[in-house]
C-alpha cells in the first residue's frame, strides 16, 4: 500500500486550491505514522491552511481520512462531492 | 461523426444566491423556470413558479442559480430539515430533505470553465448549505424520485452524490436516501 502523497493545484473561488490524495492518509496496518501524524506531515509539507482545502472524497475510508485531515486543520466540516459555488449576499 | 451534438457545450458562469420570499425580483425570476415536460419535471417547476408562492406555507430553504450571462435562472435546490424514521435506525432521527432540485432545460449538461458539471456543482452547494443548518454535520439526506426518471437516477445515485434507492414511495416515486459514513472510526483513527 503507497504512503506516497499526492496534490493537484487547482483553482476554485477565483484562488488556488490544493487537492490531496486522501487515501495516503487512510489507516495502513503497520504503518509507522498514525493518520493524524500522517496529516501533520502533510500540512506541514505542503503549508496549507484550513482554507486551502477541499476534500472530494465520498468513499467511508476517504470520508475518515478526511475528517483526520480537516481536524488536523482546524475546519471541522463536511466532505463535498464537488467545488460548491460561492453564494452570494 | 462530427457535427454539432459532438461539439462541447460552451462553458457557463453560474451565480447562487438564496431565494428571498418578499423578492418581487425573485419572484419573477422564478416564474419563468422550466426543467421540460415529463410528468417530474413539470412537479419541480410547479413548486418553484407557484407552489413555494403560496401564502402560509412553512417554505422550504431555497438557493437559486442564475446564468451570468443571459440572467436567466438555471437552477435551483429546495431543502429542509425534518425527522423521519428509517429502517437504518430504530428511532426517528433528523434528516436533511431535497424537496425539489432542478435544472432550467437550457442548462442541462452545462460545464464550467473546468469542464465541470455546473448541476453538479449546484447541488453539492444546495447540501453544503443545507448542512450547516442541519443539527449533525453528519445527518443523513433524502430525497424522493420518480422511478420513471431516469437521468435524475443516475444523477443522485451517482458516486458523486451517493444516494441509494431504499424503496418505493409513493405512486411512482422512489425513496432515496443516503447515510453518513459510520463516523465511529474516525476518532480511533486519529488516536
Known amino acids: 500500500m503507497t504512503s506516497s502523497t499526492q496534490t493537484q493545484v487547482g483553482t476554485a473561488y477565483n484562488t488556488e486550491v490544493v487537492v490531496v490524495n486522501l487515501a495516503s492518509l487512510a489507516p495502513q496496518p503497520g504503518a509507522a505514522l498514525s493518520p493524524t501524524s500522517r496529516a501533520h506531515l502533510m500540512a506541514a509539507q505542503l503549508q496549507l491552511d484550513s482554507h486551502d482545502l477541499f476534500v472530494t472524497s465520498r468513499s467511508v475510508l476517504g470520508y475518515r481520512a478526511g475528517l483526520a485531515f480537516l481536524d488536523v486543520l482546524g475546519r471541522p466540516g463536511p466532505v463535498l462531492a464537488d467545488a460548491p459555488i460561492a453564494i452570494e449576499a | 461523426m462530427g457535427g454539432p451534438e459532438d461539439d462541447p457545450p460552451p462553458a457557463l458562469e453560474v451565480t447562487v444566491r438564496r431565494l428571498k420570499l418578499d423578492s418581487a425580483e425573485d419572484k419573477a425570476l422564478c416564474a419563468t423556470f422550466s426543467c421540460g415536460s415529463e410528468e417530474w419535471e413539470v412537479q419541480v417547476s410547479d413548486f418553484i413558479t407557484r407552489k413555494l408562492w403560496l401564502p402560509g406555507r ?16 438555471f437552477g435551483f435546490g429546495a431543502t429542509k430539515v425534518t425527522t423521519v424514521e428509517l429502517p437504518q435506525r430504530p428511532d426517528p432521527v433528523p434528516i436533511v430533505r431535497v424537496c425539489y432540485f432542478g435544472v432550467a432545460s437550457a442548462f442541462k449538461g452545462a460545464v464550467d470553465t473546468d469542464g465541470r458539471k455546473w448541476a453538479s456543482r449546484l447541488y453539492t452547494t444546495v447540501e453544503a448549505d443545507a448542512r450547516s443548518r442541519a443539527p449533525s454535520p453528519d445527518v443523513p439526506f433524502e430525497l424522493f424520485c420518480d422511478r420513471r426518471n431516469e437521468r435524475g437516477l443516475r444523477f443522485w445515485t451517482d458516486t458523486k452524490r451517493g444516494f441509494e434507492v431504499i424503496g418505493a414511495a409513493y405512486g411512482d416515486l422512489l425513496r432515496l436516501v443516503r447515510m453518513p459514513p459510520d463516523t465511529a472510526g474516525v476518532a480511533a483513527a486519529a488516536q
Do not use: C, I
Open chain 2, 58 to 73: 412553512d417554505a422550504e430553504h431555497t438557493l437559486l442559480a442564475v446564468e451570468a450571462g443571459s440572467g436567466l435562472m
